[in-house]
Protein backbone atom coordinates (compact mmCIF):
# COMPACT_ATOMS: atom_id res chain seq x y z
CA UNK A 1 0.00 0.00 0.00
CA UNK A 2 0.87 3.45 -0.71
CA UNK A 3 2.49 5.97 1.97
CA UNK A 4 0.47 9.02 3.07
CA UNK A 5 0.40 11.34 6.13
CA UNK A 6 -1.92 13.46 8.49
CA UNK A 7 0.08 16.79 8.89
CA UNK A 8 -1.32 18.78 11.17
CA UNK A 9 -1.48 22.37 11.85
CA UNK A 10 0.24 22.29 14.72
CA UNK A 11 3.09 21.08 13.41
CA UNK A 12 2.38 17.05 14.07
CA UNK A 13 2.76 14.61 11.47
CA UNK A 14 1.31 10.99 11.38
CA UNK A 15 2.23 8.51 8.72
CA UNK A 16 0.28 5.75 7.75
CA UNK A 17 -0.80 3.70 3.93
CA UNK A 18 -3.68 5.07 1.49
CA UNK A 19 -6.93 3.39 0.47
CA UNK A 20 -9.33 4.61 -1.46
CA UNK A 21 -8.55 7.91 -3.71
CA UNK A 22 -4.98 9.29 -2.55
CA UNK A 23 -6.44 12.29 -3.68
CA UNK A 24 -4.84 15.69 -1.29
CA UNK A 25 -7.68 16.61 1.33
CA UNK A 26 -7.54 19.49 3.52
CA UNK A 27 -10.17 19.83 6.11
CA UNK A 28 -11.17 19.89 9.65
CA UNK A 29 -9.93 17.16 11.75
CA UNK A 30 -12.72 15.34 14.17
CA UNK A 31 -12.89 12.20 15.83
CA UNK A 32 -15.81 10.11 16.47
CA UNK A 33 -15.97 7.18 19.38
CA UNK A 34 -18.94 5.13 18.06
CA UNK A 35 -17.63 1.47 17.90
CA UNK A 36 -20.01 0.43 15.03
CA UNK A 37 -21.85 3.06 12.39
CA UNK A 38 -18.94 4.06 10.13
CA UNK A 39 -21.43 3.66 7.23
CA UNK A 40 -23.84 6.03 9.07
CA UNK A 41 -21.20 8.51 9.81
CA UNK A 42 -19.59 8.60 6.62
CA UNK A 43 -22.27 9.75 4.51
CA UNK A 44 -23.92 11.76 7.18
CA UNK A 45 -23.76 15.08 5.47
CA UNK A 46 -23.04 16.95 9.36
CA UNK A 47 -19.61 15.46 8.74
CA UNK A 48 -19.20 18.04 5.22
CA UNK A 49 -15.88 19.30 5.23
CA UNK A 50 -15.00 17.33 7.91
CA UNK A 51 -12.10 14.27 8.16
CA UNK A 52 -13.22 11.35 10.84
CA UNK A 53 -10.58 9.69 13.43
CA UNK A 54 -12.33 6.55 14.25
CA UNK A 55 -11.12 5.55 17.75
CA UNK A 56 -12.15 2.14 17.63
CA UNK A 57 -9.44 0.45 16.28
CA UNK A 58 -11.08 -1.67 13.62
CA UNK A 59 -12.97 -0.33 11.05
CA UNK A 60 -15.07 -2.16 8.22
CA UNK A 61 -15.32 -5.35 9.92
CA UNK A 62 -19.00 -5.65 8.63
CA UNK A 63 -18.36 -3.85 5.32
CA UNK A 64 -20.82 -1.54 3.75
CA UNK A 65 -24.85 -2.60 3.45
CA UNK A 66 -27.51 -1.44 0.71
CA UNK A 67 -29.30 0.02 4.12
CA UNK A 68 -27.70 2.59 5.99
CA UNK A 69 -26.63 5.26 3.86
CA UNK A 70 -27.73 8.34 5.35
CA UNK A 71 -26.66 10.36 2.08
CA UNK A 72 -25.72 8.71 -1.47
CA UNK A 73 -22.69 9.15 -1.83
CA UNK A 74 -19.62 9.95 1.67
CA UNK A 75 -20.09 13.36 3.04
CA UNK A 76 -17.28 13.36 4.91
CA UNK A 77 -13.65 14.51 3.52
CA UNK A 78 -12.33 11.63 4.21
CA UNK A 79 -11.65 9.10 6.96
CA UNK A 80 -8.47 8.12 9.48
CA UNK A 81 -8.47 4.63 11.22
CA UNK A 82 -5.80 2.64 12.90
CA UNK A 83 -6.86 -0.68 10.99
CA UNK A 84 -9.09 -1.15 8.22
CA UNK A 85 -10.97 -4.44 8.10
CA UNK A 86 -9.53 -7.04 5.38
CA UNK A 87 -12.19 -9.69 5.61
CA UNK A 88 -15.76 -8.42 6.52
CA UNK A 89 -18.28 -10.58 7.51
CA UNK A 90 -22.07 -9.66 7.61
CA UNK A 91 -24.90 -11.33 6.11
CA UNK A 92 -26.00 -7.69 4.39
CA UNK A 93 -22.56 -6.65 3.37
CA UNK A 94 -22.30 -5.84 -0.48
CA UNK A 95 -18.91 -5.06 -0.67
CA UNK A 96 -15.85 -3.81 1.67
CA UNK A 97 -15.62 -0.38 3.00
CA UNK A 98 -12.09 -0.39 1.26
CA UNK A 99 -13.84 -1.35 -2.27
CA UNK A 100 -16.63 1.07 -1.13
CA UNK A 101 -13.79 4.14 -1.00
CA UNK A 102 -12.49 3.41 -4.47
CA UNK A 103 -15.75 3.13 -6.04
CA UNK A 104 -16.73 6.40 -4.46
CA UNK A 105 -13.30 8.03 -4.94
CA UNK A 106 -13.62 8.71 -1.12
CA UNK A 107 -9.56 9.12 0.72
CA UNK A 108 -8.49 7.59 3.25
CA UNK A 109 -5.40 6.35 5.52
CA UNK A 110 -4.82 3.37 7.67
CA UNK A 111 -1.95 2.16 10.22
CA UNK A 112 -2.74 5.47 11.74
CA UNK A 113 -2.12 5.56 15.99
CA UNK A 114 -5.55 7.13 16.22
CA UNK A 115 -5.28 6.80 20.24
CA UNK A 116 -2.26 9.29 20.19
CA UNK A 117 -3.87 11.20 17.20
CA UNK A 118 -7.41 11.44 19.42
CA UNK A 119 -5.32 12.76 22.27
CA UNK A 120 -3.84 15.27 20.81
CA UNK A 121 -6.73 16.70 19.32
CA UNK A 122 -8.77 16.43 22.84
CA UNK A 123 -6.04 18.36 24.33
CA UNK A 124 -5.52 21.04 21.61
CA UNK A 125 -8.93 21.29 20.07
CA UNK A 126 -10.01 19.89 16.52
CA UNK A 127 -8.00 21.97 14.19
CA UNK A 128 -6.96 22.26 10.22
CA UNK A 129 -5.00 19.45 8.59
CA UNK A 130 -4.09 17.43 5.44
CA UNK A 131 -3.75 14.19 3.63
CA UNK A 132 -1.40 14.26 1.45
CA UNK A 133 1.07 11.87 -0.55
CA UNK A 134 4.23 13.49 0.16
CA UNK A 135 5.04 16.22 3.35
CA UNK A 136 6.45 19.34 1.58
CA UNK A 137 7.74 22.47 3.00
CA UNK A 138 5.12 24.81 2.24
CA UNK A 139 2.38 21.94 3.47
CA UNK A 140 2.22 23.82 6.95
CA UNK A 141 1.59 27.44 5.71
CA UNK A 142 -0.97 25.69 3.01
CA UNK A 143 -3.20 24.94 6.05
CA UNK A 144 -2.96 27.83 7.96
CA UNK A 145 -4.39 29.23 5.22
CA UNK A 146 -6.68 27.39 4.67
CA UNK A 147 -10.54 28.79 5.08
CA UNK A 148 -13.51 26.09 5.54
CA UNK A 149 -15.99 26.82 3.44
CA UNK A 150 -18.87 29.19 4.81
CA UNK A 151 -21.51 27.21 2.14
CA UNK A 152 -21.38 23.47 3.60
CA UNK A 153 -25.15 23.81 4.06
CA UNK A 154 -25.81 25.08 0.85
CA UNK A 155 -23.80 22.36 -0.89
CA UNK A 156 -25.81 19.80 0.84
CA UNK A 157 -29.44 20.87 0.81
CA UNK A 158 -32.11 19.77 -1.73
CA UNK A 159 -31.93 21.46 -4.51
CA UNK A 160 -35.73 21.08 -5.05
CA UNK A 161 -38.69 20.42 -3.16
CA UNK A 162 -40.06 16.94 -2.78
CA UNK A 163 -42.51 15.17 -0.78
CA UNK A 164 -43.40 10.99 0.54
CA UNK A 165 -47.24 11.36 0.65
CA UNK A 166 -49.11 9.67 2.74
CA UNK A 167 -52.35 10.59 4.48
CA UNK A 168 -50.99 11.07 7.97
CA UNK A 169 -49.52 14.70 9.79
CA UNK A 170 -48.08 16.87 7.61
CA UNK A 171 -45.04 18.34 8.25
CA UNK A 172 -42.77 20.40 6.49
CA UNK A 173 -39.10 19.39 6.70
CA UNK A 174 -36.74 22.38 6.13
CA UNK A 175 -32.90 19.99 4.68
CA UNK A 176 -29.82 21.93 6.26
CA UNK A 177 -28.35 18.52 5.44
CA UNK A 178 -31.10 16.17 5.70
CA UNK A 179 -30.10 12.57 7.22
CA UNK A 180 -32.19 9.43 5.64
CA UNK A 181 -33.02 8.00 9.10
CA UNK A 182 -34.83 11.15 10.22
CA UNK A 183 -37.40 10.59 6.77
CA UNK A 184 -37.80 6.81 7.95
CA UNK A 185 -38.36 7.66 11.61
CA UNK A 186 -40.99 9.49 10.26
CA UNK A 187 -42.23 7.34 8.16
CA UNK A 188 -42.89 4.63 10.16
CA UNK A 189 -44.80 6.54 11.98
CA UNK A 190 -47.05 7.09 8.65
CA UNK A 191 -46.18 10.85 8.19
CA UNK A 192 -46.69 12.74 5.15
CA UNK A 193 -43.05 14.51 5.02
CA UNK A 194 -43.07 17.48 2.56
CA UNK A 195 -38.76 18.53 2.46
CA UNK A 196 -37.83 22.09 1.63
CA UNK A 197 -34.56 23.75 0.16
CA UNK A 198 -32.34 25.37 3.43
CA UNK A 199 -33.34 28.69 1.68
CA UNK A 200 -36.99 28.00 1.58
CA UNK A 201 -39.33 31.18 2.64
CA UNK A 202 -41.91 30.52 5.00
CA UNK A 203 -44.78 32.13 2.69
CA UNK A 204 -44.18 28.87 0.12
CA UNK A 205 -43.95 26.78 2.97
CA UNK A 206 -47.40 28.15 4.52
CA UNK A 207 -48.64 27.72 1.07
CA UNK A 208 -48.32 23.99 1.57
CA UNK A 209 -50.69 23.78 4.67
CA UNK A 210 -48.48 21.73 6.74
CA UNK A 211 -49.23 21.08 9.90
CA UNK A 212 -45.56 21.07 11.56
CA UNK A 213 -42.26 22.12 11.02
CA UNK A 214 -39.25 20.06 11.16
CA UNK A 215 -35.68 21.66 11.02
CA UNK A 216 -33.16 18.89 10.54
CA UNK A 217 -29.42 18.27 10.98
CA UNK A 218 -26.25 19.90 8.92
CA UNK A 219 -22.98 20.67 8.69
CA UNK A 220 -20.92 23.93 9.78
CA UNK A 221 -21.22 26.91 11.98
CA UNK A 222 -25.06 27.85 12.47
CA UNK A 223 -23.90 31.25 12.02
CA UNK A 224 -23.24 31.13 8.34
CA UNK A 225 -26.96 29.72 8.13
CA UNK A 226 -28.64 33.21 8.83
CA UNK A 227 -30.60 33.42 6.05
CA UNK A 228 -32.97 30.96 7.31
CA UNK A 229 -33.76 32.63 11.17
CA UNK A 230 -36.43 35.32 9.42
CA UNK A 231 -38.03 31.74 8.35
CA UNK A 232 -37.98 30.25 11.70
CA UNK A 233 -39.09 33.12 13.35
CA UNK A 234 -41.93 33.17 11.17
CA UNK A 235 -42.90 29.62 11.05
CA UNK A 236 -42.64 29.28 14.62
CA UNK A 237 -45.75 31.46 15.78
CA UNK A 238 -48.03 29.58 13.43
CA UNK A 239 -47.10 26.16 13.67
CA UNK A 240 -45.62 23.53 15.91
CA UNK A 241 -41.78 22.91 15.62
CA UNK A 242 -38.77 20.99 16.35
CA UNK A 243 -35.38 21.05 15.88
CA UNK A 244 -32.65 18.37 15.73
CA UNK A 245 -28.62 19.03 15.87
CA UNK A 246 -27.87 22.29 13.53
CA UNK A 247 -31.64 23.18 13.30
CA UNK A 248 -31.92 23.40 17.16
CA UNK A 249 -28.85 26.01 17.24
CA UNK A 250 -30.72 28.10 14.19
CA UNK A 251 -33.70 27.73 16.51
CA UNK A 252 -31.72 29.01 19.43
CA UNK A 253 -30.46 31.80 17.49
CA UNK A 254 -33.99 32.80 16.00
CA UNK A 255 -35.18 33.16 19.63
CA UNK A 256 -32.31 35.56 20.41
CA UNK A 257 -29.88 33.14 22.10
CA UNK A 258 -25.93 32.55 20.56
CA UNK A 259 -23.64 29.65 19.87
CA UNK A 260 -20.05 28.87 20.17
CA UNK A 261 -17.20 26.30 19.17
CA UNK A 262 -17.04 23.86 21.62
CA UNK A 263 -13.31 22.39 21.83
CA UNK A 264 -13.74 19.24 19.97
CA UNK A 265 -17.14 18.85 19.75
CA UNK A 266 -19.80 15.47 20.64
CA UNK A 267 -19.17 13.05 18.17
CA UNK A 268 -20.29 9.71 18.44
CA UNK A 269 -23.42 7.20 20.08
CA UNK A 270 -22.77 7.02 23.53
CA UNK A 271 -23.20 10.56 24.86
CA UNK A 272 -25.30 10.23 28.18
CA UNK A 273 -28.35 13.45 28.24
CA UNK A 274 -30.53 14.20 30.98
CA UNK A 275 -34.06 14.96 30.44
CA UNK A 276 -34.75 17.47 32.76
CA UNK A 277 -38.28 17.87 32.76
CA UNK A 278 -38.84 14.17 32.56
CA UNK A 279 -36.19 13.09 35.34
CA UNK A 280 -34.73 10.39 32.77
CA UNK A 281 -31.54 9.58 31.22
CA UNK A 282 -31.52 8.62 27.33
CA UNK A 283 -28.37 7.66 25.75
CA UNK A 284 -27.54 9.52 22.51
CA UNK A 285 -26.21 9.51 18.96
CA UNK A 286 -23.98 12.68 18.37
CA UNK A 287 -22.65 14.77 16.20
CA UNK A 288 -21.71 18.30 16.43
CA UNK A 289 -19.00 20.70 16.58
CA UNK A 290 -20.89 24.02 17.83
CA UNK A 291 -23.38 24.58 20.76
CA UNK A 292 -25.88 26.71 22.27
CA UNK A 293 -24.68 29.60 24.99
CA UNK A 294 -26.44 28.38 28.10
CA UNK A 295 -25.44 32.12 29.59
CA UNK A 296 -27.57 33.64 26.46
CA UNK A 297 -30.70 31.92 27.07
CA UNK A 298 -31.36 34.54 30.58
CA UNK A 299 -32.23 36.98 27.47
CA UNK A 300 -34.90 34.90 25.96
CA UNK A 301 -38.02 33.25 26.04
CA UNK A 302 -36.11 29.63 26.06
CA UNK A 303 -35.84 26.92 28.62
CA UNK A 304 -33.50 24.28 28.78
CA UNK A 305 -35.06 20.42 28.48
CA UNK A 306 -31.70 18.94 28.08
CA UNK A 307 -28.43 18.89 29.46
CA UNK A 308 -25.38 16.24 28.35
CA UNK A 309 -24.00 14.86 32.11
CA UNK A 310 -20.88 15.55 31.46
CA UNK A 311 -19.82 19.04 30.44
CA UNK A 312 -23.09 19.97 30.77
CA UNK A 313 -23.75 22.04 27.73
CA UNK A 314 -27.49 22.72 26.16
CA UNK A 315 -28.63 19.57 25.07
CA UNK A 316 -32.48 20.36 23.93
CA UNK A 317 -35.09 24.02 24.24
CA UNK A 318 -38.53 25.07 24.48
CA UNK A 319 -39.85 27.89 23.47
CA UNK A 320 -42.27 29.63 26.51
CA UNK A 321 -45.86 29.25 25.36
CA UNK A 322 -45.67 27.96 21.95
CA UNK A 323 -45.36 24.04 20.66
CA UNK A 324 -41.64 24.43 19.77
CA UNK A 325 -38.87 22.67 21.07
CA UNK A 326 -35.09 21.10 19.40
CA UNK A 327 -32.40 19.07 20.80
CA UNK A 328 -28.76 18.56 20.12
CA UNK A 329 -28.61 15.05 19.45
CA UNK A 330 -30.27 12.47 16.79
CA UNK A 331 -33.33 10.89 18.32
CA UNK A 332 -33.32 9.38 14.96
CA UNK A 333 -30.69 7.07 16.53
CA UNK A 334 -28.94 6.00 13.01
CA UNK A 335 -26.52 4.66 14.38
CA UNK A 336 -26.89 4.63 18.00
CA UNK A 337 -29.30 3.51 20.74
CA UNK A 338 -32.91 4.49 20.74
CA UNK A 339 -33.41 6.23 23.78
CA UNK A 340 -34.99 9.15 22.40
CA UNK A 341 -36.47 8.18 19.49
CA UNK A 342 -39.79 9.39 21.75
CA UNK A 343 -39.08 12.87 20.97
CA UNK A 344 -40.86 12.20 17.05
CA UNK A 345 -43.47 11.14 19.12
CA UNK A 346 -43.66 13.96 21.84
CA UNK A 347 -43.63 16.29 18.14
CA UNK A 348 -46.68 14.70 16.83
CA UNK A 349 -48.51 14.80 20.03
CA UNK A 350 -47.70 18.22 20.28
CA UNK A 351 -48.84 18.63 16.61
CA UNK A 352 -52.82 17.21 17.91
CA UNK A 353 -52.37 19.35 21.07
CA UNK A 354 -51.99 22.57 18.98
CA UNK A 355 -54.72 21.24 16.33
CA UNK A 356 -57.52 20.56 19.57
CA UNK A 357 -56.24 24.46 20.93
CA UNK A 358 -57.20 25.96 17.16
CA UNK A 359 -60.16 24.07 16.94
CA UNK A 360 -61.44 24.94 20.62
CA UNK A 361 -60.49 28.79 20.24
CA UNK A 362 -62.51 28.83 16.64
Same mark, same amino acid.
Given at each position: ???????????????? $?????????????????????????????????????????????????????????? /? %??????? $?????????????????? +???????????????????????????????? &????????????????????? +?????????????????????????????????????????????????????? %???????????????????? +???????????????????????? /????? /????????????? &??????????????????????? &?????????????????????? $?????????????????? %? +?????????????????????????????
Amino acid at each position: MKKRYIVLENGSVYEG $ESFGSDANVMAELVFNTGMSGYQESITDLSYRGEMIVFTYPLIGNYGINRDDFESLRP /A %ASAIVVH $EIARRPSNWRQMMSLEEW +AERMNMPGITGIDTRALTRELRDNGVMKAALV &NEVTDDIFSEIKKFVPSKKMV +ADATTKTQYQNPTDGVSIALIDFGLKNSILRSLAKRGVNVMVFPADVDAETILA %ANPDGILLSNGPGNPQDVAY +AIPTIQTLQEQLPLMGICLGHQLF /AIANG /AETYKLKFGHRGF &NHAVRNLSKERLDFTSQNHGYAV &NRDSLSKTELVVTHEEINDHTV $EGIRLKNHHAFSVQFHPD %A +APGPHDAEYLFDDFLNMIENAKKETTQNA
